[in-house]
């Protein structure tokens, strides 16, 4: 009786930790699926937010406009110029990845971060660049909002966001 008892006490135990084993698993990815977001988001925070192309000769002839302009790759690579590099947080718009340039989610300098070997295997991300309009009177030329949603296999897509805002004023 006692043996059988102890069967069943074993076999309970290794579900449980076979459960709570998994679940460790996908807080694990949850955790780096934020994290990649995040840096994500915080690199298009950075760029400098123009309202002009400043590759172009003339502030008024070149406009920034949504998306990447002609020639421009969010990867840093030995044969990217910072001519040809992302320059505004509207140039992220519509970056997806894997993509072009990147087989799978990559950190600016194009190097993989979700390997075979990753438990980042399979995510994916999406990047939107929106023109927002403020509560405060701020036109939405101004102002953007920032959407970065990294998706991988087993959770639900998990979606950052924030609001870039211009730090001077639109002079034509």
Same mark, same amino acid.
Do not use: W
């Given at each position: 009786?006692?043996?059988?008892?102890?069967?069943?006490?074993?076999?309970?135990?290794?579900?449980?930790?076979?459960?709570?084993?998994?679940?460790s698993?996908?807080?694990?990815?949850?955790?780096?699926?934020?994290?990649v977001?995040?840096?994500l988001?915080?690199?298009?925070?950075?760029?400098p937010? &123009?309202?002009?192309?400043?590759?172009? $000769?003339?502030? #008024?002839?070149?406009p920034?406009?949504?998306?990447?302009?002609?020639?421009?790759?969010?990867?840093?690579?030995?044969?990217?110029?910072?001519? &040809?590099?992302?320059d505004?947080p509207?140039?992220?718009n519509?970056?997806?990845?894997p993509?072009?340039?990147?087989a799978?989610?990559?950190?600016?300098?194009?190097?993989?971060?979700?390997?075979? #070997? #990753?438990?980042?295997?399979?995510?994916?991300?999406?990047?939107?660049?929106?023109?927002?309009?403020?509560? #405060?009177?701020?036109p939405?030329?101004? $102002?953007?909002?920032?959407s970065?949603?990294v998706?991988?296999?087993g959770t639900a897509?998990?979606?950052?966001?924030?609001?870039r805002?211009?730090?001077?004023? &639109?002079?034509?």
């Amino acid at each position: 009786m006692l043996i059988t008892l102890l069967g069943i006490v074993a076999g309970s135990m290794t579900v449980i930790f076979m459960r709570m084993a998994s679940q460790s698993a996908e807080v694990m990815r949850t955790r780096q699926a934020i994290t990649v977001a995040q840096a994500l988001l915080n690199e298009i925070r950075l760029m400098p937010f &123009t309202t002009c192309d400043l590759r172009a $000769a003339g502030c #008024s002839a070149t406009p920034e406009v949504m998306g990447p302009e002609p020639g421009e790759v969010r990867y840093h690579t030995a044969t990217t110029t910072l001519d &040809t590099r992302f320059d505004n947080p509207n140039d992220y718009n519509g970056l997806v990845q894997p993509g072009p340039g990147c087989a799978g989610i990559c950190d600016i300098k194009g190097n993989v971060l979700n390997p075979a #070997s #990753s438990t980042l295997r399979g995510c994916t991300s999406v990047t939107a660049v929106t023109p927002q309009a403020m509560a #405060s009177g701020l036109p939405s030329m101004e $102002a953007v909002l920032i959407s970065v949603t990294v998706t991988c296999p087993g959770t639900a897509p998990l979606t950052l966001q924030a609001i870039r805002t211009r730090h001077a004023p &639109t002079i034509f």
